[in-house]
């Protein structure tokens, strides 16, 4: 089967940058995809990588390794807003999600 | 372009009925599916298809059935409401479900059962 495995939570100040991480076990997948998600609202398409290396999406940049079946979430210059769960996902026609990281950003 | 529209928003149910939730996107997307969410488990898969006519089991089939006439609409149905089926529902829709596409999620149907 797949799994995704996420920290619980992260709590960062505002203006930094945090790191998301996320470990897979999979026996074969299409990619990696991240997800936001504010409180009582619905996910929200982030970033998605289809080849190892990084992608860039303004603020929010994702990596993927599938040598180490290993991916991140960056979140530069937080803000107040960027507070919400963050998911990963592999992706295929079963696109299985994380349990999600939940980020507390602090003024 | 109202994008995936999901109704109803609220749903409360006695244990034991029966009901359709409704999910309908006009993007014209061939892959729809629809998650569970409930606290600390993030989005678990019920059931997805990769176009008319065509549906598969996900995670967390049991207790619910799909069927899929139309590119259009997917709709959920619980055959008899459990408690241990409140949740939040989302129905998503992609171009492909390759993963490659990003996919587009309704605003949800928060079911209590009682």
């Known amino acids: 089967g797949q799994s995704l495995e996420q920290p619980s939570e992260v709590t960062a100040v505002e203006g930094a940058i945090v790191q998301i991480n996320c470990t897979y076990q999979t026996s074969g997948f299409y990619g990696l995809s991240w997800y936001q998600q504010h409180d009582g609202g619905a996910p929200t398409f982030l970033s998605y990588?289809?080849?190892?290396g990084l992608e860039e999406t303004g603020r929010f940049s994702s990596f993927l390794s599938r040598s180490d079946s290993y991916g991140y979430l960056l979140l530069q210059e937080l803000q107040m807003k960027d507070s919400a769960s963050y998911f990963c996902a592999l992706g295929g026609f079963k696109t299985i999600f994380g349990a999600g990281t939940r980020l507390f950003v602090k003024a | 372009n109202a994008g995936v529209t999901q109704t109803p928003k609220f749903q409360v149910l006695k244990t034991g009925q029966s009901m359709t939730l409704q999910c309908a996107q006009d993007m014209n997307h061939e892959y729809m599916s629809w998650y569970r969410q409930d606290p600390g488990m993030g989005l678990r898969l019920i059931h997805y298809s990769v176009g008319a006519g065509i549906t598969d089991q996900g995670e967390v089939p049991n207790g619910y059935n799909v069927s899929r006439s139309t590119t259009e609409d997917f709709p959920l149905r619980l055959l008899s409401a459990a408690p241990s089926q409140t949740s939040v529902y989302f129905c998503?829709?992609?171009?492909?479900?390759?993963?490659?596409?990003?996919?587009?999620f309704g605003q949800g149907t928060r079911l209590t059962v009682v």
């Open positions: 990588n289809a080849l190892d």
């Open positions: 998503a829709s992609s171009y492909r479900g390759q993963g490659d596409a990003e996919a587009f």
